[in-house]
Nanobody, 131 residues
Framework: EVQLVESGGGLVQAGGSLRLSCAASGFTFDGYVVCWFRQAPGKEREGVSCISVKDSYTYSADSVKDRFTISSDNRKSTVYLQANILKPEDTAVYYC????????????????????????WGQGTQVTVSS
């Protein structure tokens, strides 16, 4: 079965941290761009952070760039989102998505997660931040 398996969501107090995981099942992330998205109630889905797994080139949205860090463990074919100093406005369903990257366009894709289609989507994991 080819899918993305997400975990790590939960309930946390403001100022706390979570580490979200996105593992490739049935394939590996080698050569992929992997992004985290989130969708809060009443809001559009937004790209949060992306990584080119091959060279670790990353992007984070302004709303999270000083607090969230995306990384990959290539041996485990897993991408992580370390979310620190969480705020109530971070409450959302977080999704990971993966797409084949390329040498010429990978940085453009990483920097513009909302502009491109993805080959795989995860089921989403709920992050709730209480105040």
């Amino acid at each position: 079965e080819v899918q993305l398996v997400e975990s790590g969501g939960g309930l946390v107090q403001a100022g706390g941290s979570l580490r979200l995981s996105c593992a490739a099942s049935g394939f590996t992330f080698d050569g992929y761009v992997v992004c985290w998205f989130r969708q809060a109630p009443g809001k559009e889905r937004e790209g949060v952070s992306c990584i080119s797994v091959k060279d670790s080139y990353t992007y984070s949205a302004d709303s999270v760039k000083d607090r969230f860090t995306i990384s990959s463990d290539n041996r485990k074919s897993t991408v992580y989102l370390q979310a620190n100093i969480l705020k109530p406005e971070d409450t959302a369903v977080y999704y990971c998505a993966a797409a084949i990257g390329s040498y010429y366009y990978v940085r453009e894709r990483v920097k513009n997660p909302d502009k491109y289609e993805y080959d795989y989507w995860g089921q989403g994991t709920q992050v709730t931040v209480s105040s």
